[in-house]
């Protein structure tokens, strides 16, 4: 355990502390929120941006906030959803531009229509399109998954018609002071 002394000079540190100063701690502590990084090793290709992903993923997290594990799995799918259809429409632009430098015509509109026309002629438009299709629904499975998690009803809650009574019971008989104890009154069983 630690004495008193050492948590009253911990603190007093801690609060002349004013973050890091140089560009190269300000890196070191932008990954401080990060638990292992696995997730943006196994996402981001070589030439993309980890810091960019880590920047979305925390964008996610902090607008969320994750209550445990689980929702933190479903912001993890929206964040690498969305990060792989930004590379898809990058793609996108990058197949047109190539196409586009093939063409010649009148003016841009004819040129961007005739790279269209001759990209989707091939099968890599349709399959891109497809690609996009499928993180797209992978990302709003993942957000409505999170948000129905949060709105469902806890089963082991109690059932909150059993805790209210009836609005007018009858009184018990046994409380009621024996001359006071009445028949009750409506149809009843006649005796004839």
Not at 113 to 142: I, K, M, N, V
Request: net charge negative.
């Amino acid at each position: 355990m630690a004495s008193i002394r050492r948590i009253i000079s911990a603190r007093a540190n801690g609060a002349r502390s004013k973050g890091p100063k140089t560009p190269a701690g300000k890196s070191r502590s932008s990954f401080n929120a990060m638990r292992h990084g696995l997730l943006a090793k196994t996402v981001v290709l070589e030439n993309e941006s980890t810091q960019a992903f880590e920047a979305l993923y925390s964008e996610l997290v902090n607008r969320f906030g994750p209550a445990d594990g689980i929702e933190l799995g479903f912001l993890e799918e929206m964040a690498t959803s969305f990060w792989r259809m930004r590379r898809a429409w990058a793609i996108e632009a990058s197949l047109l531009d190539q196409r586009l430098s093939e063409q010649s015509g009148p003016d841009e509109v004819a040129r961007i229509a005739g790279a269209f026309s001759q990209l989707a002629s091939s099968p890599e438009l349709s399959l891109l399109h497809r690609y996009e299709t499928r993180l797209h629904c992978a990302y709003q499975r993942a957000f409505h998954n999170l948000l129905l998690l949060r709105t469902a009803e806890i089963p082991n809650e109690p059932n909150p018609i059993s805790e209210h009574p009836e609005e007018n019971p009858e009184p018990e008989r046994a409380l009621l002071p024996p001359g006071d104890q009445q028949k009750p009154e409506g149809p009843g069983p006649s005796t004839v």
